[in-house]
Nanobody
Framework: QVQVVESGGGLVQAGGSLRLSCAAS????????MGWYQQAPGKQRELVAA???????NYGDSVKGRFTISRDNAKNTVYLQMNSLKLEDTAVYSC??????????????WGQGTQVTVSS
Protein backbone atom coordinates (compact mmCIF):
# COMPACT_ATOMS: atom_id res chain seq x y z
CA GLN A 1 0.00 0.00 0.00
CA VAL A 2 1.02 3.59 -0.60
CA GLN A 3 0.02 6.73 1.26
CA VAL A 4 0.45 10.35 0.20
CA VAL A 5 -0.14 12.75 3.07
CA GLU A 6 -0.10 16.55 2.93
CA SER A 7 0.32 19.00 5.78
CA GLY A 8 0.80 22.70 6.32
CA GLY A 9 -2.34 24.33 4.97
CA GLY A 10 -4.24 26.98 6.84
CA LEU A 11 -5.29 30.61 6.99
CA VAL A 12 -2.84 33.38 6.16
CA GLN A 13 -3.09 37.08 5.38
CA ALA A 14 -2.38 38.38 1.92
CA GLY A 15 1.33 38.95 1.49
CA GLY A 16 2.19 36.23 3.95
CA SER A 17 3.81 32.83 3.54
CA LEU A 18 2.95 29.18 4.04
CA ARG A 19 4.90 25.98 3.55
CA LEU A 20 3.17 22.80 2.48
CA SER A 21 4.67 19.36 2.88
CA CYS A 22 3.74 16.08 1.27
CA ALA A 23 5.20 12.69 2.12
CA ALA A 24 4.83 9.44 0.23
CA SER A 25 5.18 6.24 2.22
CA UNK A 26 4.58 2.54 1.95
CA UNK A 27 5.70 -0.03 -0.57
CA UNK A 28 7.66 2.19 -2.99
CA UNK A 29 10.12 0.81 -5.50
CA UNK A 30 10.81 4.05 -7.33
CA UNK A 31 9.54 7.57 -6.69
CA UNK A 32 9.48 9.72 -9.81
CA UNK A 33 7.88 13.14 -10.15
CA MET A 34 5.98 14.82 -7.36
CA GLY A 35 3.94 17.98 -7.46
CA TRP A 36 1.01 20.11 -6.45
CA TYR A 37 -2.28 21.11 -8.03
CA GLN A 38 -4.75 23.69 -6.81
CA GLN A 39 -8.49 23.83 -7.20
CA ALA A 40 -10.48 26.89 -6.25
CA PRO A 41 -14.29 26.83 -5.94
CA GLY A 42 -15.89 26.87 -9.37
CA LYS A 43 -12.58 26.55 -11.19
CA GLN A 44 -10.70 23.76 -12.89
CA ARG A 45 -7.79 22.10 -11.19
CA GLU A 46 -4.51 23.74 -12.19
CA LEU A 47 -0.90 22.71 -11.90
CA VAL A 48 0.95 24.73 -9.29
CA ALA A 49 4.39 23.15 -9.42
CA ALA A 50 6.11 19.87 -10.16
CA UNK A 51 9.57 18.44 -9.57
CA UNK A 52 11.29 15.41 -11.03
CA UNK A 53 13.42 12.96 -9.09
CA UNK A 54 16.45 14.77 -10.52
CA UNK A 55 15.26 18.15 -9.29
CA UNK A 56 13.95 19.72 -12.50
CA UNK A 57 11.02 22.00 -11.75
CA ASN A 58 7.97 23.34 -13.54
CA TYR A 59 5.60 26.08 -12.32
CA GLY A 60 2.20 27.37 -13.23
CA ASP A 61 2.29 30.89 -14.63
CA SER A 62 0.33 32.39 -11.73
CA VAL A 63 2.87 31.31 -9.10
CA LYS A 64 6.20 31.83 -10.87
CA GLY A 65 8.53 33.94 -8.77
CA ARG A 66 6.41 33.48 -5.63
CA PHE A 67 6.30 29.72 -4.99
CA THR A 68 9.21 27.30 -4.76
CA ILE A 69 8.99 23.54 -4.93
CA SER A 70 11.69 21.31 -3.50
CA ARG A 71 12.07 17.71 -2.41
CA ASP A 72 13.98 15.51 -0.01
CA ASN A 73 14.48 12.18 -1.76
CA ALA A 74 15.69 10.50 1.41
CA LYS A 75 12.34 11.30 3.04
CA ASN A 76 10.16 10.86 -0.08
CA THR A 77 8.86 14.32 0.68
CA VAL A 78 8.07 17.34 -1.45
CA TYR A 79 7.67 20.88 -0.15
CA LEU A 80 5.91 23.93 -1.53
CA GLN A 81 7.09 27.26 -0.14
CA MET A 82 4.45 29.86 -0.90
CA ASN A 83 5.43 33.52 -0.52
CA SER A 84 3.66 36.78 -1.31
CA LEU A 85 0.33 35.00 -1.11
CA LYS A 86 -2.64 36.57 -2.88
CA LEU A 87 -6.36 36.24 -2.34
CA GLU A 88 -6.58 34.28 -5.58
CA ASP A 89 -4.24 31.62 -4.18
CA THR A 90 -7.10 30.44 -1.97
CA ALA A 91 -7.78 26.85 -2.97
CA VAL A 92 -7.47 23.22 -2.01
CA TYR A 93 -3.92 22.12 -2.74
CA SER A 94 -3.46 18.47 -3.63
CA CYS A 95 -0.16 16.67 -3.79
CA UNK A 96 0.63 13.83 -6.17
CA UNK A 97 3.41 11.30 -6.42
CA UNK A 98 4.24 9.34 -9.55
CA UNK A 99 5.74 6.13 -8.30
CA UNK A 100 6.28 2.45 -8.90
CA UNK A 101 5.33 -0.21 -6.42
CA UNK A 102 7.41 -3.40 -6.61
CA UNK A 103 6.26 -5.45 -9.57
CA UNK A 104 3.97 -2.73 -10.88
CA UNK A 105 4.18 -0.01 -13.51
CA UNK A 106 4.27 3.64 -12.52
CA UNK A 107 1.02 5.17 -11.27
CA UNK A 108 -0.06 8.50 -9.85
CA UNK A 109 -1.10 8.62 -6.22
CA TRP A 110 -2.92 11.58 -4.67
CA GLY A 111 -3.10 13.05 -1.23
CA GLN A 112 -6.35 14.07 0.40
CA GLY A 113 -5.83 17.78 -0.21
CA THR A 114 -5.17 20.65 2.17
CA GLN A 115 -7.02 23.96 2.30
CA VAL A 116 -5.14 27.21 1.90
CA THR A 117 -7.13 30.35 2.60
CA VAL A 118 -5.68 33.80 2.02
CA SER A 119 -7.49 36.66 3.72
CA SER A 120 -7.34 40.41 3.14
Amino acid sequence: QVQVVESGGGLVQAGGSLRLSCAASGSIFRLNAMGWYQQAPGKQRELVAAITSGGSTNYGDSVKGRFTISRDNAKNTVYLQMNSLKLEDTAVYSCYADLQRPGHSSSRYWGQGTQVTVSS
